[in-house]
């Protein structure tokens, strides 16, 4: 890699939530009792291994009634909320880093002090919790490290796009473009911006994406009613937040009891 990103992965890896969650290793340790009500065998089937691919069949699986909605703060009718960007759109928050001039690594070395405060005051931020749930606090996205590999970036940025929009069930499988998403649609669409997924997909779906087992920076739980996902060792569900606008990050783990984990091959 080059200097230039030797320099920002080790500073943000040391310092953002990604590294003191454990830096994407993709660890997911359940934690306290979470209700369940279905418990479905892992499918073997692999998608396909190239990143940007659609990945799994769209459409195999129907949706069904979500057990954690309740716990998810359904928005109320009267909520209108601005549309989505695409997941492309949103990925673009993301550039990757390319090979650095003399000038711009001098500039590194000068920028690292206020790199330093800057992640140290996202780590506070992202270890308060709001009050009535598990959603972190500040404006409920969380910071990006560039140690991360650019389609986990993506994934990030995709998920930090929709982080604070209502739920709705059904939310975001007619389009990528929403203006409130249930569990399938929230980690749908974070996936999308990553290039991991070509459409929405149900949870029954996301049962058989990817490839079987936790992966290293991004792992799917899901089973025929919900999901969510751990990406760089932190959670983003639906269920559990903390309000009707609160955010889809948490912090903490959840108990996976019940739940199909899922990975895409190499992340």
Not at 13 to 34: E, F, I, K, N, W
């Amino acid at each position: 890699m080059p200097s230039r990103g030797k320099l920002a992965g080790a500073v943000a890896c040391a310092l953002s939530v990604a590294a003191v969650m454990g830096c994407g290793t993709g660890a997911v340790a359940p934690s306290g009792p979470r209700s369940k009500t279905a418990t479905v065998a892992a499918s073997g089937n692999v998608a396909a291994a190239t990143v940007g691919a659609p990945a799994g069949t769209h459409g195999s699986v129907r949706e069904v009634a979500d057990p954690q909605e309740a716990a998810s703060f359904p928005a109320p009718a009267s909520v209108h909320h601005a549309a989505a960007a695409t997941p492309a759109k949103a990925g673009e928050a993301v550039v990757a880093a390319g090979a650095p001039s003399d000038a711009e690594v001098r500039s590194e070395l000068q920028q690292m002090k206020a790199v330093e405060r800057t992640a140290k005051q996202a780590q506070r931020q992202q270890r308060t919790v709001v009050p009535g749930g598990r959603s972190i606090g500040g404006n409920g996205t969380v910071t990006i490290s560039a140690a991360l590999p650019e389609a986990v970036q993506k994934v990030i940025a995709g998920a930090n796009e929709i982080t604070d929009f209502p739920y709705v069930f059904g939310g975001g499988h007619a389009s990528f473009v929403d203006n409130a998403y249930d569990c399938s649609g929230s980690v749908s669409y974070a996936l999308a911006a990553g290039g991991l997924l070509g459409a929405p997909q149900t949870s029954g779906e996301l049962e058989s994406w990817g490839a079987p087992g936790p992966g290293r920076y991004i792992t799917v739980l899901a089973n025929a009613g919900h999901t969510y996902m751990y990406v760089a060792g932190m959670l983003y569900d639906t269920a559990g937040r903390s309000g009707v606008y609160a955010s889809r990050w948490q912090v903490g783990s959840v108990d996976n009891s019940g739940f199909v984990a899922r990975h895409w091959p190499g992340l």
